[in-house]
């Protein structure tokens, strides 16, 4: 599954705090569901496959233990072992510049990609509508002048410049987003982009197995109104490219193939847009 936040924290002395009002709707009940998991959240109360560990909020679903319901990704017992190592090789290396002045993640929550991504860029803009999330982030994070974050309102990006970002990250924020929701936010990400920037998006993917079975498993309790906030998103590859194109952003990838349940899309912004 996964999350989105941010709190006032020492580091906040030298950035402005950003932040936004709730949206409402569909985007503050996920907000809001969120929030509530990272307050709860303790590192033991987790089940995971032998021979894994749980330290920061987001780890339990690297090597999540399904055994009493739901999915994971799907992914086997080599790439689940050394989970980083497998994104930054098979997605991260090949896709996103190795140095860049300015990037955006969506949805940090503990930081488990962010510490990913932190390396590879001069400043890293963290946005989440969870409060308890940011102040995970920022306790883990502690004294990093690159990190700055943004309370959002769950729905709207922060007021950055335009133009002036390498690139646009997330992952295991996507998964829980309906088709609108997803189209919204890549509206607002391409005036954001540098000319030749590069978007990264893990999300829900309901034509894999594995997605379709988790997408049934999800349907009766947010059949007459979505109620759970972690719910499996409805979309699926072919839409994603649809959005893409739509947007005159270019289509390095609607997925890239590497986890079995969901799908990654990789997206450029060309300089003639």
């Known amino acids: 599954m996964n999350r ?49 560990t749980v330290e920061h ?4 679903w690297t090597a999540e233990d399904t055994s009493e319901g739901g999915t994971t990704y799907g992914l086997k017992d080599a790439s689940i072992r050394d989970f980083s190592r497998f994104l930054s090789e098979q997605v991260l290396d090949k896709y996103l510049p190795s140095h860049s002045r300015e990037a955006l993640e969506i949805g940090p929550g503990g930081g488990r990609f962010t510490s990913l991504l932190l390396p590879r860029t001069d400043i890293l ?30 729905m709207t990006l922060p007021p950055l410049a335009q133009g002036s970002l390498a690139f646009v990250a997330s992952f295991d924020v996507f998964v829980h987003f309906e088709p609108r929701l997803v189209y919204w936010y890549l509206r607002q990400m391409k005036p954001l982009l ?39 998103g409805t979309m699926c590859p072919q839409l994603m490219e649809q959005f893409l194109k739509a947007l005159d952003l270019e289509v390095v990838s609607s997925d890239v193939g590497i986890i079995p349940r969901d799908a990654i899309a990789v997206f450029r912004k060309t300089t003639s847009v």
């Open 125 to 154: 803009h963290a946005a989440d509508p969870s409060a308890a999330m940011l102040k995970r982030l920022t306790d883990r994070f502690h004294g990093t002048p690159a990190l700055r974050t943004y309370v959002t309102d769950g």
């Open 4 to 52: 989105w936040g941010r709190m006032l924290h020492p580091l906040r002395r030298w950035w402005p705090v950003v932040v936004q009002q709730p949206a409402g709707g569909e985007p503050s009940m996920i907000a809001r569901g969120w929030d509530d998991y990272a307050k709860r959240w303790k590192r033991d109360r987790f089940h995971v496959l032998p021979g894994n």
């Open 194 to 232: 540098s000319s030749g920037g590069i978007g990264v998006i893990h999300y829900a993917s309901v034509v894999s197995p594995i997605g379709w079975r988790q997408f049934e498993a999800d349907l009766e309790a947010n059949v007459r109104q979505r109620t759970s906030f972690c719910a499996f």
């Open 57 to 60: 909020l987001g780890d339990e």
